[in-house]
């Protein structure tokens, strides 16, 4: 059996290879996943955990609060204690006790009692959003674009379960999420009271972590939990479900809450011996390539890539959640891999012979057909959650840990190796480091992968009938917006153009929806970037089709002075559905016509203006940099854009589902032809 197609280990064997010696600190930023189950009593349980310890050493750091009516003591100058309050109240102190500085949320009847104390707060800003889904897209953006945790807040029912495809959405791309909700009274659960729905058990899946909460009394230790949770290990969402008697009864606020966690201890410190073995497959490759994933931003590790970069001279591809993590205008960066990928990233993984994977899951729209996927390449693969290691592929050299530790301490193991290959005295160094040290001369790669940039650089070919062309939009709002603005999409071509024809040069300014592929994502959630960074212009780069499921949050953004930019890719169809039925369905085009007549339904510079936002169009190639440039200089609301372009452009390279990544095509009945190899 080839090492491509051989059975891959289950995590616990990874584990047991990967992981560092008993002890090692918890608590990280990067990919990977810890998924938890629930306890009798309402507080969520970490996998392997029967339940919550009554004392723990694990405690978050916070600081003690002032100004309440409420009687106010403490033991000491590190803890707060208030009697008399309410649960609500508890709510809201604990929310300013982590730090929490925005909600995203709507009212409703049984999660109410919070909202009467946070009209108080002078440390929590609360958004009133149009649609329970805008708030928790929105709590993503914002944790997007900072790593801070964002949070959402609804209502029991129909306001929780309007949350389950932010929630979902959180989980596919690790995003920190705290999402409360308000629950029916406690002894009405399982009545099918009115609003009520089991949202605990409806989330469950799509969680990291989940709590019933009916005691007032546990209200601190929940959330002082959830934002543990979130923002460690692989972040991720955890869900806080609170009932409503215990948001209403009298309680003692209580901080730093005592809690444990004794079945959630992500690994952070990577095991030493699966560093040096790395290094070894490093030195000893031809074709390397650094495959580097979204867990890379999440674990702030970007400027430790770098150095590694610098440092090895391999060639790198950075994956759609990624883009940024390494800049445009490296030489060494190949683009994005996968399904509408560039030729080269595509081409240097399929014909490495070593792929180091920092932050990456081989999903199936970077690897294609899995029994294809890179036949030659032996697998370093680094992950903070030993799940997702030889998930789909198998590695040959496991490392479970965060990824900014991996890629410290893998630079500085590659720089020892380095320089022990460069000794005038190589006799004097051991064997061991002598048989690891190797050529590091990866020249003749460079320049291969370098000629199939050359060969294949992403472009486009205008229509024919004189149309905008999408991908020119795309490219003049980056052109003219530049590096440090955030670009926030949905899914669908018009997220792939924006992930191809904006030059990215930061982590975090490319914001979408990656895994759960979510129409309707960009506008609340470049909301959500703009409140975190208010200084930088966000753009939400939108599909006709996905603009129209949550563009009320515009109404959001008006009130709340958020100006945010909103460029629309009017096409008048869904676009990469329809390319598919053009592609592979004989062009049957079946509901995929939005604008069926020659009328403008709805019109989008109306439909703005009705908002309060400015309203801009534009048809032609003449009118896109005026209009640009128009919305760049307006920062006291929201403009909207309505570019009309031509309807049947096409996203390019595109390797088609289930097939071999050697079957890229980078255009329409093109694909590249390689040379022979020996």
């Avoid at 100004?67 to 100058?77: E, L, N, Q, V």
């Avoid at 403009?639 to 096409?650: E, L, S, T, W």
């Amino acid at each position: 059996m080839s090492d491509t197609t051989k059975q891959a280990p289950s995590p616990a064997d990874v584990a047991s290879v990967a992981r560092p010696r008993p002890g090692a600190p918890g608590g990280a930023h990067t990919a990977g996943a810890a998924h938890t189950g629930t306890s009798a009593d309402g507080l969520a349980t970490p996998s392997g955990t029967s339940g919550r310890s009554a004392s723990s050493s694990a405690t978050p750091k916070s600081t003690s609060r002032t100004s309440s009516s409420h009687s106010t003591h403490g033991t000491d100058a590190g803890v707060d204690v208030r009697e008399g309050v309410t649960g609500a109240q508890s709510l809201v102190l604990a929310l300013e006790a982590v730090g929490c500085e925005v909600v995203f949320g709507i009212p409703g009847g049984a999660i109410l009692p919070a909202y009467d104390p946070m009209l108080d707060s002078k440390k929590v800003r609360h958004i009133l959003v149009r649609h329970e889904q805008g708030a928790g897209h929105a709590a993503e953006g914002y944790a997007s674009a900072t790593g801070k945790v964002g949070v959402c807040m609804a209502t029991s029912g129909p306001g929780a379960t309007n949350l389950v495809t932010p929630i979902a959405d959180a989980y596919m791309d690790s995003v920190p999420m705290v999402a409360i909700t308000g629950q029916v009274a406690s002894g009405a659960i399982g009545t099918d009271a009115f609003q009520e729905a089991d949202i605990r058990g409806i989330t469950m899946p799509i969680t990291k972590h989940n709590y019933l909460v009916t005691d007032a009394a546990r209200i601190p230790q929940a959330i002082a939990e959830a934002f543990h949770v979130a923002r460690t290990g692989r972040p991720g969402p955890v869900l806080v479900d609170i009932s409503k008697d215990a948001l209403q009864a009298s309680t003692t606020f209580s901080w730093p809450p005592v809690f444990d966690l004794p079945g959630y201890r992500p690994v952070t410190r990577p095991h030493g011996k699966q560093i040096r073995e790395a290094a070894r497959l490093m030195a000893q490759a031809r074709r390397p390539v650094l495959y580097v994933g979204g867990g890379v931003v999440r674990g702030h590790a970007s400027e430790a890539l770098r150095r590694l970069v610098a440092l090895t001279q391999i060639p790198v591809v950075t994956t759609l959640m990624a883009r940024g993590t390494v800049p445009d205008s490296e030489p060494l960066n190949l683009g994005m891999p996968g399904m509408h990928g560039t030729v080269a990233a595509v081409t240097g993984l399929q014909k490495s012979d070593l792929i180091i994977a920092l932050g990456a899951r081989f999903d199936d729209r970077v690897t294609g057909q899995l029994s294809s996927f890179a036949p030659d390449a032996k697998v370093i693969h680094a992950d903070i959650d030993p799940a997702e290691i030889s998930k789909n592929r198998a590695a040959d050299v496991p490392i479970v840990g965060d990824v900014l530790e991996v890629i410290t301490e893998l630079t500085d193991q590659v720089a020892a190796d380095m320089r022990a290959a460069q000794s005038a005295e190589p006799q004097a160094a051991s064997a061991a480091s002598a048989a690891s040290a190797g050529s590091w001369d990866f020249a003749e790669w460079r320049e291969r992968v370098a000629g199939w940039k050359r060969s294949f650089p992403l472009g486009y070919t205008d229509s024919a009938d004189g149309t905008l062309s999408p991908q020119y939009v795309i490219e003049r709002i980056g052109a003219l917006s530049g590096p440090d603005a955030t670009y926030v999409a949905g899914v669908g071509q018009h997220q792939m153009w924006a992930a191809q024809f904006v030059r990215y040069e930061r982590p975090n300014s490319w914001i979408n929806s990656g895994g759960l592929g979510t129409m309707g994502f960009s506008v609340p959630a470049a909301m959500g970037a703009k409140v975190a960074e208010p200084e930088r212009t966000v753009w939400a780069i939108d599909g006709d089709g996905c603009f129209q499921m949550t563009n009320q949050e515009l109404a959001t953004c008006v009130i709340n002075k958020i100006p945010v930019k909103v460029a629309v890719i009017n096409n008048s169809s869904l676009g990469m559905v329809r390319q598919w039925q053009t592609l592979f369905y004989g062009e049957r085009y079946s509901n995929t016509d939005l604008q069926p007549t020659a009328s403008r339904v709805p019109d989008f510079v109306k439909l703005a203006d009705a908002y309060g936002c400015v309203g801009l169009r534009a048809e032609t190639p003449e009118e896109v940099d005026d209009v640009i440039r128009q919305a760049l200089a307006i920062d006291d609301r929201p403009v909207v854009i309505d570019f009309i372009v031509h309807r049947d452009a096409m996203v390019w390279p595109m390797v088609p589902a289930g097939v071999s990544n050697d079957m890229i095509q980078a255009a329409r009945d093109e694909a590249p032809v390689w040379e022979r190899e020996d």
